[in-house]
T-cell receptor
Framework: DTGVSQDPRHKITKRGQNVTFRCDPI?????LYWYRQTLGQGPEFLTY????????KSRLLSDRFSAERPKGSFSTLEIQRTEQGDSAMYLC??????????????FGEGSWLTVV | DQQVKQNSPSLSVQEGRISILNCDYT??????FLWYKKYPAEGPTFLIS?????DKNEDGRFTVFLNKSAKHLSLHIVPSQPGDSAVYFC???????????FGTGTRLTVIP
């Protein structure tokens, strides 16, 4: 399977613990995105990488969140001191080009986080 | 501040009939629009897109219409099939931006 893969698919953690999600994009894609989706909402943009450079961060990405893409390939999203409000699906996506006619981003299956 | 809105949370349609899903946006800088389909516990899957230089784009059973003056787009599915049952998200972007703005989704149920 050469799509975007995310790990783990599900994570249950206690409030205050740290969690890390990993994303492996489609191999030839240099652009990588993280989104968050809560129940009843559409995906919300968190951050964007082009190669290893983190070029854009949403104000949703509080200082408890950090994302990296060390070699321009896989990416990690870490949440420190988790709170119940962090419970959501964290979606990774990748693309080879920016948004313009005919282009899209390809999403992974998501990582569900439940904070108890 | 919801810049992309899908005001119908759900829609039920008989198999074989037309499904029409609607989307409105407020940001006049948006010039590229996409529709995604999402099954439970999966990530969104790209369906079809349209640039603001067009008012219609068709791909098989799926057609997207764009009315820039009304800041409105719609997705038509003809004929609807039970496998089309899913949540459909409208998304928008502007040239040079690195993020998509999504609506809240419409759950489509196609009744056999």
């Amino acid at each position: 399977d050469t799509g975007v893969s995310q790990d783990p698919r599900h994570k249950i953690t206690k409030r205050g613990q740290n969690v890390t999600f990993r994303c492996d994009p489609i191999s030839e894609h240099n652009r990588l995105y993280w989104y968050r989706q809560t129940l009843g909402q559409g995906p919300e943009f968190l951050t964007y990488f082009q190669n290893e450079a983190q070029l854009e961060k949403s104000r949703l990405l509080s200082d408890r969140f950090s994302a990296e893409r060390p070699k321009g390939s896989f990416s990690t999203l870490e949440i420190q001191r988790t709170e119940q409000g962090d419970s959501a699906m964290y979606l990774c996506a990748s693309s080879s080009q920016g948004f313009s006619s005919g282009n899209t981003i390809y999403f992974g299956e998501g990582s569900w986080l439940t904070v108890v | 501040d919801q810049q992309v809105k899908q005001n119908s949370p759900s829609l039920s349609v008989q198999e074989g009939r037309i499904s029409i899903l609607n989307c409105d946006y407020t940001n006049s800088m948006f010039d590229y629009f996409l529709w995604y389909k999402k099954y439970p516990a999966e990530g969104p899957t790209f369906l079809i897109s349209i640039s603001s230089i067009k008012d219609k784009n068709e791909d098989g059973r799926f057609t997207v219409f764009l009315n820039k003056s009304a800041k409105h787009l719609s997705l038509h599915i003809v004929p609807s099939q039970p496998g089309d049952s899913a949540v459909y998200f409208c998304a928008a972007s502007e040239t040079g931006a690195n993020n998509l703005f999504f609506g809240t989704g419409t759950r489509l149920t196609v009744i056999p």
